[in-house]
């Protein structure tokens, strides 16, 4: 028999799935485990064969040979890797000057109507080269990954037209390296609506060229969204428009996962269960009929506590979503406004 690894002498293990399984979302989570001088052994199929002390899984598995890899993790702790599910990591056009703005009173829209906010980055992006734009995520990456994230849900949505949209997905499928977090990739072309359209107009382009343009570049393999996103949002994307967007996506085989319930509610999480969606973040404004829902629709509630307390607005109802069988999950939101 060959194993793929052997991570011995662990201070500490912390494990929260047992022999063949992979991680899984919701109750099975709570059941965390620390064992101390721990042991795991990886099969060549990349799943665990068996986790324990160093010294039990040593006289199960005495050959040291029979593994590709033999790693010495004394005085280290060896831990599940983490798993961002929202960020927003490819831009240009730093916000932090904004804060100032937030400190004096202004709101996220207020922000929005003065030229900052989303609008700020998305010049930039729009002047940006590929390259330039590859460059910084790389870089982003590599300090995600140093810091134990090792799965990495990454949006576009700093384009706002289809050219600058198709740019920054490039760039999220062609970041593909061994020193880096994997990638999962989300077309957020609804984001925002870009100031020289109306609402109808862009949600028609959406519908019109940016949907088929995404199916023709992810068959030939030139972009590999697998998610969808739309700001669902009062003054942004209102919910006809919302739900047309996601259902259109979805249609071309896209998952749906979006922002909803942030800075008002819309029913957001009623609409997940409608159109079928994986997740929906944010979820401040969630009602109690959304919460029903997405528990009764096993939707995940990606949680963004860093948002909350940058925009100065109140947390998601947490706790009432996990008590009511919600599957929750924590995530940065790691975008030009939020580090």
Request: with cysteine; charged share 25%; hydrophobic share 35%.
């Given at each position: 028999?060959?194993?793929?690894?052997?991570?011995?002498n662990?201070?500490?293990?912390v494990?929260?799935?047992?022999?063949?399984?992979?991680v899984?979302?919701?109750?099975?989570?709570?059941?965390?485990e620390?064992?101390?001088?721990g042991?795991?052994?990886?099969?060549t199929?990349g799943l665990?064969?068996?986790v324990?002390?160093?010294?039990?899984?040593?006289?199960?598995?005495?050959?040291?040979?029979?593994?590709?890899?033999?790693?010495?993790?004394?005085?280290?702790?060896?831990?599940?890797?983490?798993?961002?599910?929202?960020?927003?990591?490819?831009?240009?056009?730093?916000r932090?000057?904004?804060?100032?703005?937030?400190l004096?009173?202004?709101?996220?829209?207020?922000?929005?109507k003065q030229?900052?906010?989303i609008?700020?980055?998305?010049?930039h992006?729009?002047?940006?080269?590929?390259?330039?734009?590859?460059?910084?995520l790389?870089?982003?990456?590599k300090?995600?990954?140093?810091?134990?994230?090792t799965?990495?849900?990454?949006?576009?949505?700093?384009?706002?037209?289809l050219?600058?949209?198709?740019k920054?997905?490039?760039?999220?499928?062609?970041?593909?390296?061994?020193d880096?977090p994997?990638?999962?990739?989300?077309?957020?072309?609804?984001?925002s609506?870009?100031?020289?359209?109306?609402?109808?107009?862009?949600t028609?382009?959406?519908?019109t060229?940016?949907?088929?343009?995404?199916?023709?570049?992810?068959?030939?393999?030139?972009?590999?969204?697998?998610?969808?996103?739309?700001?669902?949002e009062k003054?942004?994307?209102?919910?006809?428009?919302?739900s047309?967007?996601?259902r259109?996506a979805?249609d071309?085989?896209?998952?749906?996962?979006?922002?909803?319930?942030e800075?008002?509610?819309?029913?957001?999480a009623?609409?997940?269960?409608?159109?079928?969606?994986?997740?929906?973040?944010h979820?401040?404004?969630?009602s109690?009929?959304?919460?029903t829902?997405?528990?009764?629709?096993?939707i995940?509630?990606?949680?963004?506590?860093t948002?909350?307390?940058?925009?100065?607005?109140h947390?998601?109802?947490?706790?009432?979503m996990?008590?009511?069988?919600v599957?929750?999950?924590?995530a940065?939101d790691?975008?030009?406004?939020?580090?």
């Open positions: 028999m060959h194993y793929k690894c052997r991570i011995r662990a201070a500490q293990l494990t929260v799935c047992r022999n063949g399984e992979r899984k979302c919701g109750k099975e989570q709570s059941n965390v620390i064992i101390e001088d042991c795991i052994i990886i099969g199929d665990i064969v068996a324990g002390t160093t010294a039990d899984l040593e006289k199960a598995y005495p050959n040291s040979n029979t593994f590709e890899t033999d790693i010495d993790a004394t005085g280290k702790s060896v831990i599940p890797g983490l798993v961002d599910s929202h960020t927003h990591p490819v831009w240009t056009g730093d932090t000057h904004e804060f100032a703005m937030k004096n009173g202004a709101t996220y829209m207020d922000i929005h030229g900052g906010g609008g700020y980055t998305v010049r992006v729009r002047e940006s080269s590929e390259e330039e734009l590859k460059t910084l790389v870089k982003r990456l300090t995600m990954i140093s810091n134990g994230s799965l990495v849900e990454c949006k576009s949505g700093y384009g706002l037209n050219e600058a949209e198709i920054m997905l490039k760039v999220i499928h062609e970041v593909k390296q061994d880096l994997d990638t999962v990739s989300n077309y957020l072309g609804a984001h609506v870009p100031k020289d359209k109306k609402l109808q107009e862009y028609q382009e959406i519908l060229q940016h949907i088929p343009k995404l199916k023709q570049l992810i068959d030939d393999k030139v972009i590999s969204p697998t998610l969808v996103d739309v700001f669902h003054g942004v994307f209102e919910s006809e428009e919302t047309a967007i996601l259109a979805k071309i085989g896209l998952s749906i996962n979006f922002h909803g319930d800075l008002h509610a819309m029913n957001s009623e609409l997940a269960a409608q159109v079928g969606a994986l997740a929906v973040s979820l401040e404004c969630i109690d009929q959304g919460i829902d997405m528990a009764n629709n096993q995940v509630a990606t949680l963004l506590p948002t909350a307390y940058v925009l100065r607005i947390y998601p109802p947490a706790r009432k996990i008590d009511q069988q599957p929750v999950a924590l940065s790691f975008n030009p406004n939020a580090h």
